[in-house]
């Protein structure tokens, strides 16, 4: 079945970095694209970035262009996201997760808690 891990999360003071890591199984990885999302308390869950199953990739929220960047590794079925000038801002449970339109569904891991804080 569709397995998605992430780990690399953690307490990390404003201005420092952080790799989060989504390791894949149960599915054709490089033929799918990834994404990113995160929920800050109360607030909604939101798309962060996605890349493609051919590497292009992107942000979609303005507050972290310049400083979050999405990458994957078809060989090793893992999806980055590196985190550089962290604010306390982007405190939130980060997802990986991928559609599956042959199976017609969304996957989603189990999150990895972020938190920026001094």
């Known amino acids: 079945q569709v397995q998605l891990v992430e780990s690399g999360g953690g307490l990390v003071q404003p201005g420092g970095s952080l790799r989060l890591s989504c390791a894949a199984s149960g599915f ?16 909604e869950r939101e798309l962060v970035a996605i890349i493609t199953s051919t590497g292009i990739s992107g942000t979609s929220v303005d507050s972290v262009k310049g400083r979050f960047t999405i990458s994957r590794d078809n060989a090793k079925n893992t999806v980055y996201l590196q985190m550089s000038s962290l604010k306390p801002e982007d405190t939130a449970v980060y997802y990986c997760s991928t559609y599956i339109g042959r199976y017609n569904s969304r996957y989603w891991g189990q999150g990895t808690q972020v938190t920026v804080s001094s």
Request: glycine residues 6%; positive net charge.
């Open 28 to 43: 054709t990885f490089s033929s799918y694209a990834m994404s990113w999302y995160r929920q800050a308390p109360g607030k």
